[in-house]
């Protein structure tokens, strides 16, 4: 089933961890229309835009959240975010793209490190009700998480 011209709903919750444990992934209805507009509103632009867009994580069932460690309330398990990368673009470029051009509710630039194009990847969700428009950077530092503000350019960080 395709819910955008070049994202289908098995890229959304394809999750090895899933198959590995024989964890249910698939969302209802409901989730299923939410998929569609994350893909329609941020992941085909961005396809659109640079050509390509590999996901490494879309739909987390609950169950699925709790086997991996992520929150069950994390924005995955309400099929309103995506992790993703465009192969060979930096990821600070990709997650100032989207800033810029596309309207979204979070976007975090996660465990990137400046010089490092490669490094980390972006996680950007989109809900249609009063989207947050928060820009965050997530790095680790003394074995924590910690979120940052992205003021202007992720190109600025250092
Ligand atoms: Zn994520």
Redesign the pocket.
Known sequence: MNLTRNFSLLELTKSDTAIRKGIDNNPNADQVEKLKALCENILQPVRDHFGRVKVT?GFRSVELCTAIGSSAN???AKAE???FECPGVDNAELADWIHKNLSYDQL?L?FYTPGEPNSGWI?CSWISDQPRASYLHAFKSEGKTKYKPIIGSAKDLV
């Open positions: 994580s994390s924005q995955h975010a995506a992790d975090i996660e996680h």
